[in-house]
């Protein structure tokens, strides 16, 4: 079973906190499975395989629009959180899951492999994805959950026949850090209507709705993903995102050309958990109530985090 619970917005220092002090639970075996749904305040964060080059804004650009840098240990390059995006932290000891390949003797399927897990994350991501009519796909070679170009549709059109704008596809560092210098100095500020959104091009068919990056240790994994549903997008030109210049970042409000129920998408993400993982999914109100089921729980949580309702607290931005 894993229990899930929803959080609502909550800044990075603190969820990184609550994450750590779960894993040590985890691995005492003093809670199940846990799956943590929640929004960030908008912050940078670098994992453990970064280069700081691909935080190509101005530090005091990244303080005008109130964005925070993190250095943590998932996988992964660099990337942005904030409203409108729904994080997932899954804390799973992978010892409870069997290894899905035919071709691994059984004594090596007893435990989850930390490929198949991020497998089957993007798994979990595809299919809530189709839930909301939006088609998706991996992408060999490249880790997270992106758009399927219908390959009968003109440039420029989703697969459901809308138009589609997403932020723009990534130039090299060196020329977009002059850019966001200018905009800097003369005090020009981001907009969705600047040069931050661009139409799907022939030559950049697939873009990403979501990003995973996850740590692991001791068969106890933490971290996860990031599914942009009304993301400001612009806050991704901030960064080069995962370090991919060729491919733009999109959202399931893009795709669909509309806004979307945060708490529809939860409990979306939450059911393919649950067929995914093969798993009976039990939301949980608050982390107290989380807590309330172990035993001998020596664990100090923020008060504010403490009474967060699952049913009220994702927003819409």
Not at 214 to 235: C, E, K, Q
Request: with cysteine; glycine share 8%.
């Amino acid at each position: 079973m894993i229990s899930v619970v929803q959080l609502g917005s909550v800044d990075y220092a603190t969820g990184l906190r609550l994450q750590q002090q779960l894993v040590t639970l985890r691995k005492d075996e003093k809670i199940g499975d846990v799956l943590l749904l929640l929004e960030h305040k908008p912050v940078i964060t670098l994992g453990r395989n970064a280069k700081s080059s691909n935080v190509i804004a101005s530090p005091e650009l990244l303080a005008q629009r109130g964005v925070e840098i993190f250095e943590c240990d998932r996988g992964g390059d660099v990337t942005f959180h904030g409203p409108g995006q729904i994080v997932g932290y899954p804390i799973f000891d992978l010892r409870g899951y069997a290894r899905d390949a035919a071709d691994v003797p059984s004594a090596l399927r007893k435990t989850l492999g930390a490929v198949d897990f991020v497998r089957r994350l993007e798994d979990v991501l595809i299919r809530t994805c189709a839930d909301f009519a939006i088609p998706a796909k991996r992408i060999a070679g490249l880790t997270g959950v992106w758009t399927a170009l219908d390959s009968t549709a003109p440039p420029g059109t989703a697969t459901n026949g809308h138009p589609v704008k997403r932020s723009s596809t990534v130039a090299p560092a060196d020329s977009r850090s002059l850019d966001y210098e200018r905009r800097s100095l003369s005090g020009s500020s981001f907009s969705a209507r600047d040069d931050n959104k661009e139409q799907r091009t022939a030559s950049s068919p697939q873009a990403k709705l979501a990003a995973i990056g996850v740590h692991i240790s001791r068969s106890v994994t933490s971290h996860g993903f990031a599914l942009n549903v009304n993301t400001d997008l612009s806050y991704f030109n901030l960064v080069i995102p995962c370090g991919i210049t060729s491919k733009p970042v999109t959202s399931i409000q893009c795709e669909l050309g509309h806004e979307i129920d945060l708490n529809a998408v939860a409990e979306s993400i939450c059911r393919n958990f649950g067929v995914v993982f093969q798993s009976q999914m039990l939301w949980v109100d608050t982390i107290d109530a989380l807590l309330g089921r172990a035993v001998g729980v020596p664990m100090q949580v923020p008060e504010e985090l403490l009474q967060l309702h699952k049913r009220d607290d994702l927003h819409n931005a």
